[in-house]
């Protein structure tokens, strides 16, 4: 390699590994690419905080394991999705519901007003960390089917059809879930900011 | 049925947030890489340490097959296992055999085919942290059975297991930074040796801990400043600043040796601060 390509090399980091023709991703390739995508997945499914590195070590650990069967048959992306959704079920026997998720959010169910965050952010950052706990307090409150298919299809963004290759579900099993979901979720949604303007009363 | 949308304006602005920052990648990176250690694939960490002459050690790797798995981070390094130079405790432990020839260490090729190092995890960080940290084997092959052991010095996930004729070639009995223990073996007081000090390294940058990597570095640069190690001790060096947030380090490093095996390595832990690691090369040069 031609020393100035290393800082091509390096500015493509984040870019699709394994571009070059026949080459497969190679393990540090899809750290750097996919680790904070396993990241934000673990702890948008529900993992607690404290739970995070456990679940992301684990799917890296498998990843390591099973890269080399990768089939290139659909996106990595999804196929690194699926395995994170299911080291997740695997974990989620060991958290407790009580273990602090998506922090920082004051318990919503006992009326209190959220806790600022500790730490000055940035506004934008702190705004969407707020969110980020809030959706996170509502994903809790639907079970842990409905809890995926919101992440994967209000998050992540997948089609109906990507959600069924990641939890190996019928597309249309994905539709009509989804549907109840969202539904499950508006309520939820609903009952939050009610119970907001109450408070503000 | 699509989301309400005060719904969907919640999970807009939440898509943002909850993200890692650079200490969560290189805190689960090192568990990560520590646990691979463990579990017999030496992978990035692997990568790291090994120079091989494949040709040279293929004679001793016959019959042996490369672990299953360790090939995916090392895919441009023989990894062979050594029959001669392995004690069958270490084989039963699981450990990853890497065998090395570097040039310089000709004495080690002269005695014996190669210097097998294995990585296994010790259940201690690090002596300075836990005081149960597992000391470094050295079984002595052919003299005896019963292994000698030596407190370990800032490497405890390190099983070095060397052959007899290498302990005198390349002795680890000194080691700079020591835990504060008294040692349990007299030898021949010498400096550690170029493998032995990059195990140091490895061990120290699998379990995060930057300082330890770079004195280390700084040790292997003063005892042996054009050792064959030299450019993995660079990598490690480049690795550890970038932990604690510099990589200018690893800038000159891929600059150096762009097409080194750790280039992947560096740029997963470095990456995340593409912005100043993607400038290109000073013009001029």
Not at chain 1, 31 to 56: H, I, K, Q, S
Not at chain 2, 28 to 40: C, E, P, Q, S, W
Not at chain 2, 249 to 265: D, I, K, N, Q, V
Request: proline share 8%.
């Amino acid at each position: 390699m031609h020393p100035s390509s290393a800082a091509t090399a390096l500015s493509s980091a984040e870019a699709t590994p394994a571009e070059a023709p026949g080459a497969r991703a190679t393990f540090d390739e899809v750290y750097a690419e996919y680790f904070e995508m396993v990241w934000c997945a673990a702890r948008r499914l529900g993992t607690p905080d404290a739970n995070v590195d456990d679940v992301a070590q684990d799917v890296f650990l498998v990843l390591h394991r099973r890269l080399a069967d990768y089939d290139g048959h659909g996106s990595l992306r999804s196929w690194i999705y699926g395995i994170v959704v299911r080291i997740v079920r695997d974990h989620r026997r060991t958290f407790r519901r009580k273990d602090a998720r998506c922090v920082p959010l004051a318990s919503d169910a006992n009326g209190e007003a959220p806790v600022p965050s500790p730490a000055p952010a940035p506004s934008d950052v702190a705004e969407r960390n707020e969110a980020f706990a809030l959706l996170c307090a509502l994903l809790d409150e639907l079970d842990d089917e409905k809890r995926e298919l919101l992440v994967l299809s209000e998050l992540e963004e997948m089609t109906a059809p990507e959600i069924a290759d990641v939890i190996g579900a019928p597309v249309q099993t994905v539709y009509s879930r989804l549907r109840a979901a969202r539904k499950a979720f508006d309520q939820a949604h609903a009952r939050h900011r009610a119970r907001e303007s109450r408070r503000r009363v | 049925m699509t989301l309400s949308k005060p719904s969907r304006d919640l999970f807009e602005a939440a898509a943002g947030g909850g993200r890692p920052d650079r200490g969560d990648r290189l805190r689960v990176r090192a568990k990560i890489d520590k646990r691979l250690a463990a579990t017999g694939a030496a992978a990035a960490v692997g990568a790291l340490a090994t120079k091989t002459a494949a040709g040279t050690a293929a004679a001793g790797a016959s019959g042996f097959g490369a672990i299953a798995g360790a090939g995916i981070a090392m895919g441009t390094i023989a990894k062979v296992v050594v029959p001669l130079v392995v004690v069958g405790a270490a084989i039963t432990a699981g450990a990853v055999h890497v065998a090395r020839h570097p040039a310089a260490a000709t004495q080690a090729t002269q005695a014996a085919p190669a210097v097998s190092v294995s990585l296994r995890e010790a259940p201690a960080a690090a002596p300075s942290v836990e005081p149960r940290a597992m000391p470094i084997a050295v079984p002595v092959p052919v003299a005896s059975s019963e292994p000698v052991a030596i407190p370990a010095p800032v490497a405890p996930p390190a099983h070095v297991i060397i052959p007899a004729p290498v302990v005198a070639a390349a002795p680890i009995g000194r080691m700079p930074e020591g835990s504060g223990r008294n040692e349990t073996i007299e030898r021949e007081p010498a400096p550690p040796s170029e493998v032995a000090l990059l195990e140091g390294m490895n061990a120290a940058l699998a379990r995060g801990d930057a300082a330890a990597t770079l004195g280390l570095a700084s040790e292997h640069a003063r005892l042996y400043p054009g050792g064959t190690l030299s450019e993995e001790r660079d990598g490690a060096r480049a690795l550890a600043l970038c932990m604690v947030g510099t990589t200018s380090a690893a800038r000159e490093f891929l600059r150096a040796h762009p097409s080194s095996p750790l280039a992947g390595r560096l740029r997963a832990v470095c990456g995340s601060r593409a912005d100043s690691i993607q400038e290109p090369p000073a013009p001029g040069q």
